[in-house]
C-alpha cells in the first residue's frame, strides 16, 4: 500500500501512530513537507481519540418532582 495513496480515515490505528511518528521525525529534520503530513497524521489521531471517548450522559432526573428541602 502506498503511503500517497492512502488517506488517514482509512489506516489502522497502530499504522497510523508509526506513520505519524515516522514523518514528526521527518520533520524535525527540517522537512517542511513533512511537518505537513505529520500535522495531518496527528490531527487524525486526535479525532480518533475524541470520537470514542466521547459517551452519552444519563438522562438528567428531574428535581420538579419534590424540593431538596421540607416546608415546615
Known amino acids: 500500500m502506498s503511503e500517497?495513496?492512502?488517506?488517514?480515515?482509512?489506516?489502522?490505528?497502530?499504522?497510523?501512530?508509526?506513520?505519524?511518528?515516522?514523518?514528526?521525525?521527518?520533520?524535525m529534520q527540517g522537512d517542511q513537507l513533512a511537518h505537513r503530513m505529520a500535522q495531518a497524521l496527528e490531527a487524525e489521531q486526535r479525532r480518533r481519540i475524541r470520537?470514542?471517548?466521547l459517551q452519552p450522559l444519563p438522562p438528567a432526573r428531574s428535581s420538579a418532582s419534590a424540593?431538596?428541602?421540607?416546608?415546615w
Open 4 to 27: 500517497s495513496m492512502t488517506t488517514p480515515a482509512k489506516l489502522e490505528d497502530s499504522e497510523l501512530q508509526s506513520l505519524a511518528a515516522e514523518w514528526r521525525i521527518r520533520a
Open 51 to 53: 470520537d470514542t471517548g
Open 67 to 71: 424540593p431538596w428541602w421540607k416546608f
